[in-house]
């Protein structure tokens, strides 16, 4: 079946811009993750979401960082005036439970730029 | 504060030969411990996981990991390494909802 993916790959954003990010995790996955992954570094945690609930989101690193996911499964990161520190990837997965015993599934991530 | 250490930033090994990477952790309690690859251009892939139980664990293509609870460790092994395993490899720490990453080691493979 269809993995997470991304949309869109690739994005090059002036500073100040707003962006969106869009999420599309496998079909009935109650859990979805946002990461940020910065150059040469490991995946860093963002938020997470349980069904429509977000659950934790205490690595958002500023209130310019913004994720819904209001239906329970498709999921939006937004970025408010976007400033060159956010130049990086950012990975979603979800997974099919809660909790860190179920995988999590991984999509290719949406390279941000950030001029 | 929980952290991930590998310290090993690039390793390089010829064809057929043996890996090991080098994965150390901090945190309190017995964590879950993950062990992902990531090949250009794709998402990660999980390639084994801990969470109790036995401490040698296998996982998909061929590798294995050991958690070391004296070593505070879980170093990943292949005996027999294949240029299709070049790529980037991530330990990682689990706790509640979070996942903590290492820095990655990036595996390139020589013929």
């Known amino acids: 079946g269809a993995g997470v993916s991304q949309s869109p790959r690739y994005k090059v954003a002036k500073r100040g811009q707003d962006v969106a990010l869009r999420c599309d995790p496998i079909?009935?996955?109650?859990?979805l993750f946002w990461y940020q992954q910065a150059l040469g570094q490991g995946p860093e945690f963002l938020t997470y979401?349980?069904?429509?609930?977000?659950?934790?989101k205490s690595g958002l690193p500023s209130d310019r960082f913004f994720a819904e996911r209001p239906e329970g499964s498709v999921s939006t990161l937004k970025i408010q005036r976007t400033q060159q520190e956010d130049s990086a990837v950012y990975l979603c997965a979800s997974s099919s439970g809660w909790g860190l015993s179920y995988e999590q599934y991984f999509g290719p991530g949406t390279r941000l730029t950030v001029t | 504060a929980q952290s991930v250490t590998q310290p090993d930033i690039h390793i390089t090994v010829s064809e057929g030969a043996s890996l090991e990477l080098r994965c150390n952790y901090s945190y309190g309690a017995t964590p879950y411990l993950f062990w992902y690859v990531q090949s250009p251009g794709q998402g990660l892939q999980l390639l084994l996981k801990y969470f109790s139980g036995d401490t040698l664990v296998q996982g998909i293509k061929g590798f294995e990991a050991e958690f070391k609870r004296s070593q505070s460790s879980f170093n990943l092994r292949k005996p027999s390494v294949h240029w299709s395993d070049a790529a980037e490899y991530f330990c990682a720490v689990g706790t509640g909802n979070q996942f903590y990453f290492g820095t990655g080691t990036s595996l390139t493979v020589i013929p």
């Open positions: 979401f349980q069904n429509e609930a977000q659950l934790d």
């Open positions: 079909s009935g996955h109650v859990s």
